[in-house]
């Protein structure tokens, strides 16, 4: 069975799915919210992973970074987004990095010559679970905020919120 709940943000009205006590989904209602085939939705109960993800957002949006290994996760993708899911776990809460640095670290993984950002970009928008997989903190080579699904205002307020270094950017290791 498929569960759903629902958090109220300082950035909006979240909608959060869950299966088998895995988080799938978690999308901003202005966005497209029926990214999975839903057969059967529960929305009275309860999954604990729906408890923590809300407890994780109360944490994340009272200026707190909270761990996202306590949430099990289980996004949909293709084996590249994944992967380029799994990197933006890797950059600490209050960081950014760019681009054109998550392409360069997804093509040493993958052992190619080289990634486009906007490959990354394409995996970015298709994140299922953002905040929690921060893809809000991946910037353009010059600064610029840029290529947010659930909108730039939001990944302002959710970059604000983390009292992020837009100076120091993050590189991988």
């Known amino acids: 069975m498929v569960y759903v709940a629902f958090y109220q943000s300082p950035v909006g009205k979240i909608k959060l799915v869950s299966k088998d006590n895995k988080l799938l989904e978690m999308k901003f209602l202005n966005q497209d919210t ?18 923590q993800t ?7 949006f009272s200026g707190k970074s909270p761990k996202s290994k306590e949430i099990s996760l289980n996004p949909s993708g293709s084996k590249f987004a994944k992967v380029v899911w799994e990197l933006l776990l890797k950059i600490p809460y209050g960081r950014v990095c760019t681009y054109g640095e ?10 190619k010559n080289k990634m486009s950002a906007q490959a990354i970009g394409g995996a970015l928008k298709r994140n ?43 590189h991988f290791e």
């Not at 809300?54 to 994340?60: A, P, S, T």
């Open 34 to 51: 029926n990214l999975l085939p839903i057969k059967e939705i529960c929305e009275k109960c309860d999954e604990v992973v729906l408890r």
């Open 54 to 60: 809300r407890e994780w957002l109360d944490e994340y």
């Open 102 to 111: 998550l392409a360069k670290e997804v093509a040493r993984i993958t052992h």
């Open 128 to 170: 299922p679970i953002p905040i929690i997989i921060p893809c809000h903190r991946v910037i353009g080579a010059n600064g610029k905020l840029t290529g947010y699904a659930g909108g730039i205002k939001r990944k302002i307020a959710l970059l604000e919120c983390e009292k992020a270094d837009m100076v120091n950017l993050y």
